[in-house]
């Protein structure tokens, strides 16, 4: 369920959702990802993406690169009339599982210095920064903190 009692459904990414997809990635990034580059994820065999519904309409989606027991977020974003309901949280739920069952030891990724959005976020789900990659962004230029989370099932 999410914030306001209706139900978030995720399920694998797939060329129905494509179309959406693009269009959230507009909405949210000032470098999107492509129509073409959303696709040639479906054929990756390295990449798991996910996508959340609210009523059938799509509401958010994430996407990782699985490789060996690491995982690499490229992207996470929720539309802005469906944030704050938990939307993500249940994205980042699925992907926690997904590690779990695959015994991975950590899930990495970037994010812009100034998205302390985000960065809060990521937090919640302990991920912690490790590391800083100068002018990693641009549009406008920016560093990112690179933030890691690491499973402690191994240890
Ligand atoms: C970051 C983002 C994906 C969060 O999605 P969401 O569905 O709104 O997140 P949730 O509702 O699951 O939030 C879970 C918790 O994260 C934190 N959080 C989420 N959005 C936050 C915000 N704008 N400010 C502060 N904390 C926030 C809060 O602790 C929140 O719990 P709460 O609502 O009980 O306080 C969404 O804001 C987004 O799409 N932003 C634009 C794209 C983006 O920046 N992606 C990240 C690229 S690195």
Known sequence: MDGQGQSITVVPME?????????????????PWSFDSLVSEL????????????????????????????????????????????????????????AKKNEMASISLEVRESNVNAQSFYEKFDFEVVGRR?????????????MTKTFGWLF
Request: hydrophobic content about 35%; glycine content about 6%.
């Open 134 to 146: 100068k002018h990693f962004y641009s549009n406008p230029t920016e560093d990112a903190l690179i």
């Open 15 to 31: 060329p129905r959702h494509i179309e959406d997809l693009e269009r959230l990635e507009k909405e949210c990034f000032s470098t």
């Open 43 to 98: 054929s990756n065999p390295l990449a798991v993406f996910r996508v959340a519904e609210i009523g059938g309409q799509v509401a958010g989606y994430v996407g990782m690169q699985h490789i060996v027991d690491e995982g690499y977020i490229c992207n996470i974003a929720v539309f802005s009339q469906y944030r704050r309901r938990g939307v993500a949280t249940k994205l980042m739920e699925t992907l926690s599982e997904y």
